[in-house]
């Protein structure tokens, strides 16, 4: 008998709002039910958002920021190269570890595209991965060769957003 897969390969991508907050949606849900949940967020860590100050004092839960200790102004893309990478290293290692039940690559999807990380590598991984892991991808533009092995997509479409009428990011709303 093929081996039973509890975990599912999960995208969440398109234009729209609510591809993060999905992820972290399901992570409420999880923590819920005594799950543990590992979160690496693949974006340049310079401002404190309500879901790493959340993430901080929530037992169950480890949110790691890609170059968190970094000066992004230099916009020097061998760094956001070496920490992409590094974030990429420490997120396979979660997964690998069993010790989550989900792990959440939250805007990997530009690190894949920008070609910081390596998209065989990617699918690998996530093919290899434990049969319990359940992994969230997030990003706008997901690569084919994910959407090819994952089990769920969701694509977030554009309909409205303030942002398109000059608002700004809403605190609690947007980060
Ligand atoms: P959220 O984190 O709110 O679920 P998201 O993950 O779907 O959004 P991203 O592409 O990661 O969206 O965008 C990050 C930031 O931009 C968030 O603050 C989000 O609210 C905002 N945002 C999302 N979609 C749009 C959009 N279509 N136009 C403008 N801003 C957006
Ligand atoms: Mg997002």
């Not at 993060?20 to 923590?31: N, P, S, W």
């Not at 065989?120 to 049969?131: E, H, I, M, T, Y």
């Amino acid at each position: 008998m093929a081996r039973q897969r509890k975990g599912i390969l999960i995208v969440y991508t398109g234009d729209g709002k609510g591809k993060t907050t999905a992820a972290f949606g399901m992570a409420f849900r999880a923590l819920g039910r005594g799950f543990r949940v590992a979160v690496i967020q693949f974006i340049k860590g310079k401002w404190y958002t309500g879901e790493r100050h959340f993430a901080k004092k929530t037992p169950g839960i480890d949110l790691d920021v890609m170059g968190k200790g970094f000066t992004w102004e230099s916009k020097d893309l061998n760094k956001d190269k070496a920490a992409a990478q590094k974030a990429w290293e420490k997120a396979k290692t979660q997964i690998q570890s069993e010790d989550y039940q989900i792990v959440i690559l939250d805007e990997i999807t530009y690190a894949i595209n920008y070609g910081f990380i390596n998209i065989d590598d990617v699918v690998s991984q996530l093919k290899q991965r434990p049969a319990a892991v359940t992994v969230v991808i997030t990003g706008r533009n997901a690569p084919d060769e994910i959407v090819e092995i994952a089990d769920l997509e969701s694509e977030m479409t554009l309909k409205k957003h303030p942002y398109n009428e000059g608002h700004r990011a809403l605190l609690g709303i947007d980060f």
